[in-house]
């Protein structure tokens, strides 16, 4: 799979790992993916998706570690991890963790999927490292905010981006949303810091509706935090649809 | 009947289902998913609902039949029935499990012994329902017509 670089944009080049303990959501999840043309591998527990992703249990985050195991399924390269929050033994969230604690499998973007709207655990989510979080049942209109992760991780891999409170508050808004009638079409925000600014002056100007006053003030709440955590940060876009 | 009256027919059993709220919108989303890659996507879901419904509605059922009754235990199957009916678009089972589950939370033996009653009978009507959209999608392509969508 050496061709990375340059297939970037294409996405069917992407894997994506989904883990559902729902035959149904698994069957649905897999089709959406293929019909956005990535590749996917489905597995019914966390477990099963640490063991694919070739995350051995002792994995404490040392560099470079020499990949003696014969379970290490390193070779097989996944460039997502789609997972549902609720299921039996290791949840979406302590697989979240997981991931994000280990030294060679952080830079995996990590989208959480739920039924239950509920805003503490979306923020617990995205403060762990998650990119996104959907509502169930996902749809392919909710794909499209996955683009532009997909898209980054290729481009960006291994440089650090530490601002990253602004897409945050979009994800989080944009769920909130996705149960609102929204008539409005929000502009597409750019993954370009000052281009991020002018849309953001853009969309309080054009923005009639009080989540931009509440966007600001929460980033103003929030801002700035000194991340003294060693995983790089993306800043991604959410795409609001 | 030729294949225009059959799919007259289709639309309005589609329509109707909707109306009625057997179905809604999510249902319509799992027909934007089947084309020629996937041509029996949707009858393939709704076949593994089928098997889901039996197996759950089966698993509540023992579930209070037991002395005490365990609801944490009921609760958990019908999370599980609530997130696939959701997940197919069977809006009114999908209503009842939340009703259901609220019986589960209060602990009310009557409450969700009516509700796995309603949800029986939900269940049934829907796969009635469903079987007879299929059949009637059978015999449009067996006529060499197509299948019209839901809009």
Known sequence: MGMAAAAATESQQFHVLAVDDSLIDRKLIERLLRTSSYQVTTVDSGTKALEFLGLRENDDGTPNTPSISPNNHQEVEVNMVITDYCMPGMTGY??????????????IPVVIMSSEN???????????GAEEFFLKPVRLSDLNRLKPHIMKRSKLKDQDQKQVIPEKIDTLLEVQKQHQPQEEAQPQVQPNLEQQQQQ??????NNNNNSSNKRKSMEQSLLPETTDRTRPRYSGIATVV | ??????????????????????LDDQFSQLQKLQDESSPDFVIEVVKMFFDDSEKLLNNMTRAL??????????????????????????????NVCATFRNFCETQNLE??????QQLQQEYSLLKNNL?????????IQAAGGSIPTIE
């Open chain 2, 111 to 116: 409450g969700c012994v009516r509700c796995l």
């Open chain 1, 200 to 205: 953001q002056s853009l969309q309080q100007n």
């Open chain 1, 94 to 107: 302590d697989l979240l963790k997981k991931i994000k604690e280990s030294s060679s499998l952080r830079n």
């Open chain 2, 1 to 22: 009947m030729d294949v225009l009256q059959l799919q007259r027919k289709l639309r309005e059993h589609q329509a109707a289902m909707l109306r009625e709220g057997f």
């Open chain 1, 118 to 128: 509920v805003p503490s655990r979306i923020s617990r989510c995205l403060e762990e």
């Open chain 2, 65 to 94: 039949g037991q002395v005490p009754v365990d609801f944490k235990q009921v609760d958990a199957h019908v999370h599980q029935y609530k997130g696939s009916s959701a997940s197919v678009g069977a809006a009114r089972v999908k």
């Open chain 2, 131 to 139: 079987q007879y959209l299929f059949r009637l999608q059978e015999e």
